[in-house]
Structures are given as C-alpha cells and as structure tokens.
C-alpha cells in the first residue's frame, strides 16, 4: 500500500506535465464562454472574470470551503458506500449465470427511475438530514458500479479460471490474484461515472432537501438572480470534481493497471 | 484392481466413463500409472483425451467408474500457457507455492531455482507474461508446474503448439526434472511422435466413445532414445492396425509391416 503510494508520489510530476493538453482544452472553452459573454446580458451569461472574482471572494470569506467540505462528505459518502456494496454485490452476482440474468432487470428499473424520485422518496424517509443526499448519492451511482462489477467476474477467461482450480487456489487467492486484477479494468471506468453521477446528485438533493451545502447555497444565489454566484459555485463543484478524480482516482488506475501498458 | 502398497503410489483407473448430456465421450476406460513412470495417451481430436484429463486432476466430477489418485502432489500443464498476465513472470512460476501457503520468499527463492534450471534469467522474471516470446511463456508455465515438486504430472498437449526446437528444449527438461526425482507423467496428445520419445508407455484412444483401444509398452529410458529409435517405433506404431483404426487411417499397406517388437515395443 506504502508502495502504491510512494510510486504514486513519484510519478505525480510526468502526469501533471502531461495534463497541458487538457488545460489548453479546457482554456479554450473559457475563451469560447467570454466570447459568448459579450454578447449577453450579463444577468444571463456574466464574463468569466466576474465569475472567477466572484469564487474567489467566495473562497478567501471561507464560505466556499464549508459548504464545499459538507457537500464533499455528503457525495463521498453516498459515492464510498456504493463502491463497496456494489461492487460486491455485482461481483458476486457475475460468479452466478442465474443471479446475473436475475439482476439484469433490478438493474434497469434502479437505472430508470429518475433521481428526483429517489430524492423525494428520500425526503419522506430521512428528512432533513444528511440521509437524504447520502441515500440518493447511492442509489444513483449503484447500477453502473454494479454492472461494471458483475461484467468483469462474467468476462473472467475461463481457461484462467479453470486453471487456478488446478493448481488449488484457495478462495482469497483467488479473489486476490485472479478476480480483483481482471475485474479491476471493469470497475475503475464505472468507478468515474458513478462519481460524476455522486456530485451531480448531491448538488440536485441539497437544492430541494437541505439547508447548508453547495445545493443549499445555490438555492440561495437562485432566489437571489445571482447568476454570477451561481456560476462561481458551479466552478467550485466541477473543479472539486476534476481534482478528484484526475488527482486520486486516474493515477491510481494507472498504477494498478501498469501490466496492460507493457506489451 | 490390485490392492495399492503404502510404499508404491499409483493412479489407477477402473471403469471410468463420462457423459456430456446424452453424448457419451468416454467408456470402460481401465489405466495404472505407477510411480516415476511417463505415461501417454494419445488419439485423435475428440476422442476425450482432455476430459480423461480433467478428471484426472478432479477439474469434473467423475460420473462412472473409480479413480484412485495415490499421488499426494499432482500438478497441471495446459497447451496455452495460461498465466496470470498481471503477475510477473516469477510471481507465476510462484503461484501454487503461494496457494499452498509457502512464505514469500521461500516461494520467490523456490522459484528462481526452478527458472534458473530452465534458464529464466532475472530480467525475465520480473517482466509480464505478454512482455515473453511464446517459448518464454511455456517455459514459465512448464516451471510453475514442476515448482511444485508434484509426484504426478498432468500434461495437457503442452508442447503440441510449440516449434521443433523449443519441444526438444521442454523434453529435455521433462526429462531432467524426471530424472531428478521419481515422478509420475501423465501426458496426452495426439502426437504420435511426442508420445514414443517421451513415454513408457502408450494408451491409444479411440473415439465414439472414447475407449481404450490398445496400449503399447517401451521399457528403454526415454532419455535414452535416439532419434532413428523415435522414428522407427513411430513408423511401426503407424503399421498397427488398430491404430491406424483409432485414428480413422486407411488399412495398413500389407508390403513389408514394420514389426515393432523389433524396434523395442511391446503390445500389452
């Protein structure tokens, strides 16, 4: 575990430097916003600097980072108990042929009730605690990390597994070296959507069910036409977004995953 | 069967058949693999070698008939080689050493030995599976059988997609190994070549349902065999009747028949 970690101290730099294309794109859709922004009132699209001034004043007041650090639990959590129980579940229902057609379906009725049914579902329930987002954070992001799970034990090499029943492995051997490396290639891609869908939901459930948080903020920023505000929050979340998952979750896939690279 | 002695492991086959639904693939199947002893079954694609096989290593449940396995250690090679291609090659060689739960590194020294003798250098072994050439690859998996110092051998066509020279490479390090330490081989192919340079003792298979056709004894040491031998015994092997029958062949030329007993085979 020290290990992973110092190799991923140790390649942090390359990646970074690496990452000056995406900067460039992502400088390119500003320049496209400010273009954009001249054209607008600016009660409809304000300009990015407003904007930028705007996240900044929210950042130096620490108002930002409050309503940032509880939104963050929130996802985090609802997003950690997901990746727990559903990739277990999903793992063990792809060992079975019958429990991976029987959850076929379950899945697709999770996947097709919209969020904001769960949500009002999850206001009844839980009320105005954090249950609510938590709750609606992990049904929304179950079914992609349940599939990506059960995907990865069905498309396990059965020449692979037959052969780890010849040389005896015993079960966590098994699951160590044999299931987890393969499955892993399956989880980590269904890992990142879910963790999009986590702050995407988490924002969508403290906008109608809570009192502090980033939803909560905007709510505020809504009723006060505070479109400048607005945007500024937005910012923060994708942002928050971005760092953790091109921070945390892409160099730790990279480490786990060297073995496919060297070919 | 004979009653097995304490001191004399033995796999013996009594009346083994199996059935995929309502095909039946194999039949009546008697066979005595003693120990330190090369066995080969050999027979045409689909006669149910490799299901004689797996039962053998107890990858099916046995249907018909007894099999007693009085090998303590059995281990398996494939015709793929079948390695975990997230582990290095060492970490391979290691992994039923692991599963019998021998400490990191007395598996890892246990390893290197066994890939030394096979010439594995170090570079090798710390790299992945798809980083070796195909040879590289059998060699590996060949290792991580015989790492587990098994009593019994099962070998699963495991040369027949190899060339020449790395086939003649991996017998001679069968036999190495073999000549080390008693150890039982059970192989199959259907080479019939493989199965007179390596074998004391050949089982030809015939198909629909697979049976045990007829079964040939060589009581020189394989190590031993020249090349002309080989070729003399495969040549007479091809003359007999009922193996040209097994493998569906034409009768045999009746000009001059090969007689095997002159080239050192016994029909049992």
Redesign the interface.
Known sequence: MIGVFRQWLAGLPAYLWGGWGAIASLLLLLAGWEFASQWLDPLALPDPRTVLATLHGLLTEGEAWAELAITGRRALTGFALSLGVGSALGMLAGLSMTASMMARPWVTVLVGTPPIGWLVLAMLWFGASDGTPVFTVFVACFPPIFIGAMQGVRTLDGQLREMAQAFALPPLQRLFDLYLPHVLSYLFPAWITALGVSWKVVVMAELLATADGVGAALAVTRSQLDTAGTLAWIVAVVGALLAVEYLLLEPVKREVERWRTLA | MAHIGVTAPALELAGVGHAYGARTVLSGIDLHLPAGRIHALVGPSGCGKTTLLHLV???LPLQDGAIRNGFARS??M?Q?P?L????SALDNIA??L???GVPRAARHAQARDQARRFGLDDTALG??P??LSGGMQSRVALA?ALVLAPDLLLLDEAFSALDVGLKAELYRQLLAEQARRPMAVLMITHDLMEAVRLAHAVWVMAPEPGRIATHFRFDDAPAQRSDAQVYARTAGLLDDATVRASFGLDAPAPAAPLALAAVGGLRC
């Open positions: 290593a107890g990858l281990a398996c494939f793929q079948r975990l291609p997230w582990k992994l039923g692991k599963a019998r790299q992945y798809q980083q991580r």
